[in-house]
């Protein structure tokens, strides 16, 4: 449940990021689009301005042409020429102004008196006839008479011999004198021309033409370029009798993904931007990472506290608890909440050993580390159970290196002493059962053993039963018999005691024992045995052994374990004399050992019997039990000594085993 609602609330905080990131990428692109936009506009504006500005220029260059035109016309008239020489003036005037086609002097009745044509093209008017255009000249005369100065006729096409044909427009200036108009010179304007005075100023990406209202071109100047964008200006050249239409096409290559300046800084900024946004982004991205990662350590962590079975506690430097996990809780029966901040007398301290644990407290927090294999000591539940725990506690250092307090592990160790303590049980168990069995083997040997004394007894009590009986008696024989009866009474009895003294339970405990009294204690046992099967023991003791430290019994019992073990090795019909050598001797370097042995001249231990020998259960014997070896070491080896083999030449093998010397006054490890 707290799963998909955890989920459903990463995928809305999920989608609400791409929303947002969507909005700012498309609000960011759409800055960019305006930004770019409006560059361009305000490049167009530019354009167009100063297009209109190249247009007002081009008007009033041809307005002052004209003007200019008009001054040099009325100097041809200057002193009141003749015609020829008219003409030959008109002549070089037409050469200078190629615009101008033609140049005529006419009379007041509009009849030619001289006239000149340009040098540049074929005559104008020889298709057309100059007559054709009789009324437009005389209509622009009249007006000029009107108005007493220049004046223009509107522009017609004159088709040309050449196929080709131009526009022109005629212009009359009135001849006056004293106020009465004596005639007139007529002028003939080619537009085309007119247009090509302004070819300096034109750029290549423009074209210049006179239009009229609709738009038809008259005549035009540069190359007519179609593209997507074209610029046009146009402007009114007012001339009396006419008006002409300036016409000025601009226009700019394909269009350009940074058409200037503005824009290529306005791109460079918008890129600039997004990348940053985009760093930003991936910083967030990072930043998110980070935290959900870190959200998944926590959770790592906090599974792993609550799966603990271990305890844990952390302490600061004043020894206020400063953390408790949920096993530490369960252990002593009291929430986090009871437990965080006590410092002294915490509340699972059984109250008779708060004092001691105080002392232990404050030496811990003096900064003395504790050993690593931790100690053990004794909590109490909040119940009033006091329970075993191992303590295992480290520094807290902190990510700095700065010591911060101490954490403390702790393990319940009921469990442990409870299966330490069966162990020990099965282990006490396990050697008696071996013991009542080496004793039940002792049986037939001690009924064997104790035959001897009874038929002895038995026949010294017969004997004086019939001396007795027949009177032939004397207190001296009576009294011997008395005696001897005794004597094997006596042997009996002994033979009994060391077999009760060996079998009877003692209380396990260590004492300074010397060497000898052990062995003095096996020998009749052993000797039992020995008689039976021919064996000849010998003891060999080093003067002047210490005295070892052990349990007595259980080493009684390894001892007659491995002389036993030995005489049954040389049962064998072809070992003739069989010798087992028992003893003790300073143990070689280390003094503070004392090594015993038990040498047989037996066959030895093949390799495969070696690899097992010390086994539970494992014997070569039909009747064997297994178990002595096994034992013999877990004696030895609880005493802190060592048990080995070794082969004994020339023949046989040797067992020994080491003790720790001590004294009685020694302390108990
Ligand atoms: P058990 O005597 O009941 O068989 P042990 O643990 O005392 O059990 O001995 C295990 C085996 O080790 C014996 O069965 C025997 O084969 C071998 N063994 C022990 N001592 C000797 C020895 N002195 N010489 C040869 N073999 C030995």
Redesign the pocket.
Known sequence: MALTETRRERWRAHWRRRLLWSALAALVLALLVTLVWLAGRYEASQLQSKLDRDAADAVSDIRSRLTRNLQSLQALQFGEPLPARWAAEAAVLLRERRELLRIEWRDSQHQILAQAGTPYRPAVFDRLGRDSVHSEVVQACNAARRISGPAYSRSYFVPMTDGLGVEVMEVCLPLASAGVVMGYLVATYSLQDLLDDLAGQLTRSQEVSFTEGDGTRLAMRGMARRSSRVFKAQQLLDLPGTTLVLRIDSWRGAPDLFPNVLTALVTAMSIALVSILLLLGKDMRRRLKAESDLADALAFRKAMEDSLVTGLRARDLEGRISYVNPAFCQMVGFSAEELMGQSANAPYWPPELADEYKKRQDIRLAGNVPPREGFESVFMHKDGTRFPVLIIEAPLINAQGVQTGWMSAFLDIREQRRVEELSRASQDRLQAT?RL?MVGEMASLLSHELNQPLAAISSYATGMRNLLQRGAHTLADVELAMHRIAEQAERAGKVIKSVHDFVRRRDQAREAVAPLALFDAILPLINLQARKLGVQVQLRLESGLPLVLCDRTMVEQVLL??A???M???DRPEIRRRVLQLGAKHASPDTRWVEFF?A?V????APE?AQ???T?F????A??????????RTVIEQHGGALA?EPHPPQ????TFTLPTGSPQAPLP
Do not use: H, Y
């Not at 037996?602 to 231990?605: A, R, T």
């Not at 009747?623 to 013999?632: D, K, N």
């Not at 046989?652 to 067992?655: H, M, N, P, R």
């Open positions: 071996a069995a374990n491995l036993r073990n030995g049954q090795a040389m038990v047989d037996g066959p030895g231990i019997v097992q020998l010390f539970p494992f014997t070569t014997k009747e064997g039990m297994g178990l002595g070896l096994s034992l013999c083999f046989g093998t040797v067992f």
